[in-house]
């Protein structure tokens, strides 16, 4: 049975957020518990509607919002509201009579910064309150205030409170009532989420026909909006002990929140903030530098620079030493090639993508300086880059993978035959150019629009961020696979792994919000601030038009592209230059252009634009007239995303002689402790190592179990190395001898290029113990990680 209550409708239509006003303030004043900060106030609804965005309140408009303003709340009400069992609770609107013991599940439609609250004059029982970014009560590690999103509401005259952590905010799309105890009816009334919110102001948007890159576009910046704090750029919204500001998250984070919101001031306190810090990961001082750059170029704040140059140079000389020689790199991602995050971090791929890291940081800090008027300390950078260019010749790049290759264009060395040979090899697999965080992501889309593979990038978002919002999401995950649609149900617990327990809203994710930005709308800076810049957008046989506002200090740049009609639209604000845009063609010749009705002259052309040059402010109205088509300027991306290994299959089949007829070649089983294992090698097995996992004892059974809840050993890996490339069939099983329903998803990786080699696997309902077979052609890295239940168990494995 599903009720739903409309206070606040989807669409952000005018009516309906006239009525969640009211609402809004029906409810002031009658609370009775303190509340943190104050409701919205300093500004209004708009009637403008944007379809695509999960944000509930995008149409309110603060007058004049600033990085020191506090923040404000404002209440939801459910969207759908499930009972169960649907006798124990009648429900009409927001007014629910308890009749019974029984859940009740409430669906607020999208994640949320916020807590729960409910009024009732005659509570009974014994009443316990859930909340997740998932439909199932969420769970996390060890830490945290409260890891088991689940407690007994307090107590503020008839007002009801959840109390999770002291900052009372959490992640929270669903929450749940849970009547344990009963003894006679009782009522409750507006059961609401109460949010927490940084005034900030939507100055950028984007559209365009693709409506699945506009969900994505908004759904970015909404991620970034909820993680805004008070006074600085949040980590994740989920309570999980490592909510603090994350200096390298902040990177792609800041450069979305400029793009959506243009809110200079906060991103300048950001950058202040995280100024003492590099969270002890060596990457995370280069990402440091380049939010620095990054800021600069879009604001022209010469004073920031300045005041941050001796902690930039620290960092960057820093880089220079060690070098050669590096130190423990810490982290540089969560994907499997980068060495699994903490794992192993310091993988020749990570090193290698760490290097040409440090050299685009030396790079683009040293034009920064340039443009300043400091040369000695610009040269001394521009000669460091360029030094370790040199070092890092082409011959070297054979053993690239997609993480470092991308470091290597935005290093700017993407004019070497190696280079080009590489993104020929990765940039075009479609599996292989997916990372498992989409923070990393964010680099390797950089790297490929600086090589020119625009159509495989747009690709690799869809699959990436459109996978999110396939899976359910509304705000963007901490990583991410395609294969969980296929894996999972929507919406429901994501496989936690090297990162702990999974965040769903992680601003880290956001930064393509600011590539659509910059390389589909294609407006960039070509100096500080925005004075002189760039608008050339990226059309294809597919995306046929574009239209978007980009915030800058001298106003907003506004861009519109048809390249079925012609029709063009730029705004250019008072003080800036478009220095060059770009007329698509999109497949076909120009005859003419005409600007506010006159013909024009362009002022060159190339395969992909026709140019117009050194427009001044203004409004400019365009027309490009096409002409015929021109071969060869069609989507070219025809890549599928494929698997190495797709024979796998899973079975429960049990009896006393199911494990007799396996493992005729060897096996490998749990015993009580390490020392007790039983390992029977084949003869084309190298070695086995099984590594980050404990051994669990139950009265007849031992397994190996994932170490939860601590902190981001929520999953363990075996490695199989094998000396004859021969195939055999491998079989894993699992166990859940307390009947705890352990849930748990297996990853497969060829052992040596650490390459993803299947989809995700999901095993659930192994209370009788369960099988997943696979064949294998290969040496191999199976990764075991814990979904839900108290850990993932695997009690061994079988050779055939």
């Known amino acids: ?458 690709t690799t978002v869809r699959d990436q961020w459109g996978g999110q919002l396939m899976y359910g999401g509304t705000t963007f995950f901490e990583v991410f696979r395609p294969s969980w649609n296929t894996a999972l149900a929507p919406n429901s617990a994501p496989v936690n792994n090297q990162c702990g327990y999974t965040s769903l809203t992680h601003p880290w994710g956001a930064g393509v919000t600011r590539w659509l930005s910059d390389e589909i709308l294609g407006v960039r800076p070509l100096s500080p601030g925005f004075k002189t810049f760039s608008i050339i957008p990226f059309l294809n046989k597919s995306l046929t038009w574009v239209k978007g506002d980009v915030p800058t200090p001298s106003g907003v740049i506004s861009a519109s592209f048809n390249s079925k009609t012609g029709d063009c639209e730029v705004h250019i604000p008072t003080g800036t230059t478009a220095t060059k845009v770009g007329l698509p063609k999109n497949g076909r010749s120009v005859k003419k252009v005409t600007v506010n009705s006159s013909p024009v002259k362009i002022a060159g052309e190339d395969a992909q634009y026709a140019y117009l040059l050194d427009l001044s402010p203004g409004d400019y109205r365009i027309r490009i007239h096409y002409g015929k088509p021109t071969p060869g300027v069609t989507d070219t991306d025809k890549s599928k995303l494929e698997y190495a290994l797709t024979a796998l299959a899973a079975d429960s089949t049990s009896g006393p002689d199911r494990q007799s007829r396996l493992g005729k070649d060897g096996r490998f089983l749990a015993g009580r402790s390490m020392s007790e294992n039983i390992l029977e090698k084949p003869a084309y097995i190298d070695s086995l190592r099984i590594d980050r996992a404990v051994n669990q004892t139950w009265k007849t059974t031992s397994a190996f179990v994932t170490q939860d809840p601590k902190p981001t050993l929520q999953t363990f890996t075996l490695d199989i190395f094998q000396s004859d490339p021969r195939p055999y069939d491998l079989t894993l099983y699992f166990v859940d001898p307390d009947r705890k329903q352990r849930r748990s998803a297996i990853e497969v990786f060829d052992a040596h290029t650490l390459e993803l080699l299947s989809p995700v696997q999901v095993i659930d309902h192994y209370q009788n113990g369960k099988y997943l077979r696979l064949k294998v052609d290969r040496s191999v890295r199976v990764r075991i990680n814990h979904v839900r239940g108290p850990n993932a168990a695997l009690a061994g494995i079988f050779f055939d």
Request: proline share 4%; aromatic share 14%; hydrophobic share 40%.
């Open 1 to 458: 049975m599903h009720i739903s209550v409309k206070m606040l409708e989807r669409a952000n239509a005018f009516n309906h957020l006239l009525a969640f006003v009211l609402c809004l303030c029906s409810l002031q004043g009658k609370g009775q518990a303190k509340e943190p900060y104050l409701p919205l106030h300093g500004g209004e609804f708009k009637q403008k509607s944007v379809r695509n965005s999960p944000d509930p309140i995008i149409n309110y408009q603060w007058k004049s919002p600033g990085a020191d303003d506090s923040l404000q709340i404002y209440t939801l009400f459910p969207r759908q509201i499930t009972p169960g069992p649907s006798n124990a609770f009648q429900i009409a609107d927001s007014n629910i009579t308890v009749s019974g013991t029984g859940d009740l599940q409430f669906d607020f439609g999208q994640v949320n910064a916020g807590w729960i609250e409910f009024d009732s004059e005659d509570l009974n029982g014994d009443v316990q309150v859930s909340i997740s970014e998932y439909n199932e009560p969420a769970i996390l590690n060890a830490g945290a205030q409260h890891p088991v999103k689940t407690l007994k509401p307090l107590r503020y005259g008839n007002t009801y409170r959840l109390e999770l952590n002291q900052q009372l905010y959490e992640g929270v799309r669903f929450a749940w009532l849970h009547v344990k105890t009963f003894s006679k009816p009782w009522k409750l009334t507006n059961f609401r989420l109460v949010c927490q919110i940084k005034p900030v102001n939507y100055l950028g948007s984007f559209s365009c026909n693709d409506t699945l890159l506009n969900r994505i576009w908004y759904t970015g910046a909404y991620t970034v909006k909820l993680n805004l704090l008070q006074d600085y750029l949040g980590a994740i919204l989920m309570e999980r002990s490592d909510r603090h500001s994350w200096t390298g998250d902040a990177y792609p984070s800041q450069a979305a929140s400029l793009a959506a919101f243009g809110n200079f001031d906060f991103v300048k306190k950001n950058i202040a903030f995280t100024a003492p810090q590099d969270n002890g990961i060596a990457a995370y001082s280069m990402y440091w530098v380049l939010g620095l750059v990054d800021y600069f170029r879009y604001t022209g704040d010469t004073e920031l620079l300045k005041a941050y140059l001796d902690n930039a140079a620290r960092r960057l000389d820093a880089a220079y030493a060690h070098f050669d020689q590096l130190p423990d790199l810490a982290f540089m991602g969560w994907d499997e090639r980068l060495g699994a995050g903490f794992e192993r971090p310091n993988l020749p791929e990570s090193q290698r993508a760490y290097r040409w890291l440090c050299i685009n940081a030396w790079s683009k800090f040293a034009e920064c300086l340039s443009v300043i008027g400091n040369k000695a300390l610009s040269d001394k950078y521009r000669r460091y880059a360029e030094a370790k260019k040199k070092q890092l010749s082409g011959e070297q790049l054979s053993g690239y993978g997609v993480h470092a290759l991308a470091e290597v264009f935005n290093a700017g060395n993407d004019s070497t035959a190696a280079a080009m040979q590489l993104a020929l090899k990765w940039f075009k697999d479609r599996n292989a150019r997916l990372s498992y965080s989409p923070f990393n992501q964010y680099f390797i889309l950089q790297g490929m629009g600086k090589a020119g593979y625009q159509e495989e990038a747009l």
